[in-house]
Every structure is written in structure tokens, then in C-alpha cells.
């Protein structure tokens, strides 16, 4: 909004000079000409602001109602998992389409580490191995073949900053979800969006914190592929 306002303000007192050079034998006139000039710019100043960060602001519901036009979407980055069991790293790759999810963890040299394909009442894991296995419950499937603990039915919206079913979340200054939080079963899984990617539209998650407890992942998104 300050930079709105630094912008708009010159703009407006040059307005107001031409109308009171050019027209100073018809005050009434030139009057009315400044109020439309002013209106305009007032109008201007609302719908494109931005915030102490620099980065453009929307309203909240503006921001929810185009995430929640996408259709699906395709997410590649980095993943990062500590517990106090075990740690790692690895390339993740999650899909997103109507009515199902995939999503594919690979190490360093590419080999798959972790394969998950996951639909309402149904999910299919295949691990390292190549060894196939299904369950009604994607989160429950994935904890007792692994140990990794991951609220895979609720990540489908809480990546792309769409805080569905959760029990508490705050925006930031840019009017995006900020932080979340979820009691799932007896786990309070907490969730910070530190960085948004901006070259997207609409703008969505680069940098995510997930925690439970003594569990934390991290997920670094560099790419974005959205169906609207």
C-alpha cells in the first residue's frame, strides 16, 4: 500500500495541477474532473497493493477462491525427514488429480525410494524393494511399512496453502495461509509456510515446515505445474 501511495501520489497532484492550470475560469468543472481523477486512483490504490515485504497483496477470499479452482496440480522439490528414528533426503514428486494422489520419493541417483498412490478408501504402496502393498488408510499404510509418520490425506490441499479441515490458521501479511494446525488421531501436526513462489499464479508454497512432536519435514518446492 506504500508504494501504491508513493506512486499515486505524484500522479494525483499532477491531475490536479492540469485541471486548475487549464481551467481556472471554470472551478466547477475542474472541481468535478479532480473527484473523478481522485475516485480513479482511489480505486486503483485498492485493488493493487502490497505489502512491507514488497511482495503484492490480495484479499484472502480472492487468494481461496483460485486455489480452490485447481483442478490438480504437480509439485517437484526436495524433502527433508527427521525423527528421532531415523533422518533423510530425498527428491519428491507429488501429483494431484481428481480424486487421486501420487506421490514418488527418489534418492540422489534416482531410485525409487517410496511410491504411493492413494484414492478415497484406498492407497497402494510399493517400496524400495518393489514390493507391493494396499490399505484402506494412505497415512496408516505409510507409517507401519516405514515408519514414516505423514498426514497424507490432509498434504493434498495444506501444500498448495489451502488449509482444509484445519483446526486453526493464520495468514500472513500477504493474506496467505502462514501457519496451520490439525489434531489427527492423537497427533497435533503443525504446519509453516515460510516462502511463497510469486512467478506462480495463483502464488504457492516454496518453502513448508511440517512438525509433530519430534518429527519435522521440510519441503522445498522448485516447481510448480497447476491444471486449472
Not at 504437480?74 to 501420487?102: C, M, V
Not at 514390493?131 to 498434504?155: E, F
Not at 482444509?164 to 501436526?189: I, P
Request: hydrophobic share 40%; net charge positive; with cysteine.
Amino acid at each position: 500500500m506504500q508504494l501504491m501511495q508513493k506512486v499515486t501520489a505524484p500522479l494525483f497532484a499532477l491531475a490536479a495541477g492540469f485541471a486548475a492550470g487549464k481551467h481556472q475560469n471554470k472551478k466547477s468543472s475542474g472541481a468535478g474532473k479532480t473527484r473523478v481523477i481522485g475516485s480513479f486512483l482511489l480505486i486503483l490504490s485498492g485493488c493493487t497493493t502490497t505489502s512491507q515485504s514488497g511482495q503484492p497483496v490480495t484479499s484472502w477470499d480472492i487468494h481461496q477462491q483460485a486455489l480452490q479452482t485447481i483442478s490438480g496440480y504437480q509439485a517437484t522439490g526436495k524433502l527433508g525427514y527427521i525423527s528421532p528414528e531415523q533422518r533423510f533426503t530425498a527428491n519428491l514428486n507429488w501429483k494431484n488429480e481428481t480424486g487421486a494422489d501420487h506421490l514418488r520419493l527418489t534418492n540422489f541417483l534416482g531410485t525409487t525410494l517410496l511410491k504411493l498412490d492413494t484414492q478415497p478408501g484406498r492407497a497402494v504402496l510399493i517400496d524400495n524393494d518393489g514390493k507391493r502393498y494396499q490399505g484402506p488408510d494412505a497415512a496408516a499404510l505409510v507409517l507401519k511399512l516405514t515408519g514414516i509418520s505423514l498426514p497424507v490425506n490432509q498434504m493434498r490441499d495444506w501444500l498448495i496453502g489451502l488449509p482444509s479441515g484445519a483446526d486453526t490458521y493464520q495468514l500472513n501479511a500477504e493474506n496467505r495461509v502462514a501457519y496451520l494446525a490439525k489434531q489427527v488421531g492423537s497427533q497435533l501436526w503443525q504446519l509453516d509456510y515460510n516462502v511463497y513462489d510469486e512467478s506462480a499464479t495463483p502464488a504457492l508454497p516454496s518453502r513448508l515446515v511440517l512438525s509433530q512432536g519430534d518429527i519435522r519435514i521440510t519441503l522445498l518446492i522448485n516447481r510448480w505445474q497447476v491444471q486449472p
